[in-house]
């Protein structure tokens, strides 16, 4: 990537380089660090101390939301969120119905 952004840099200059670059990289982070926080934060999620927390107990800690249109451009890791917690190694395309069994035997 960097060896990349040098190339451009020099190719159409470093300025308009980070001018393209650096907005977007802030705005994706940001995003993310959102989303994520999102997943992970709500008031009715419970707080393990050391002696009564599991694996499991922090997998089910998460919260599912859905997103509306972005749901979707991110394969439903919103809505499937806690089902990407317990199974970690689930690909994408079994989350959904992943998630119905979880939120049907829970």
Request: aromatic residues 16%; neutral net charge; charged residues 10%.
């Amino acid at each position: 990537m960097i060896v990349g952004l040098l190339w451009l840099g020099s190719v159409i200059g470093y300025q308009r380089t980070a001018l393209l670059y650096v907005p977007a990289y802030l705005w994706c982070n940001a995003w993310l660090v959102l989303y994520t926080w999102l997943q992970h934060t709500d008031p009715a999620l419970p707080h393990y101390g050391d002696d009564s927390w599991t694996w499991m107990k922090g997998a089910l800690s998460t919260i599912d939301r859905p997103y509306g249109v972005f749901d979707w451009m991110h394969h439903y890791i919103g809505s499937t969120h806690v089902a990407h917690h317990v199974f970690s190694s689930l690909p994408c395309y079994h989350a959904q119905e992943a998630t119905r069994h979880i939120k049907a035997y829970l």
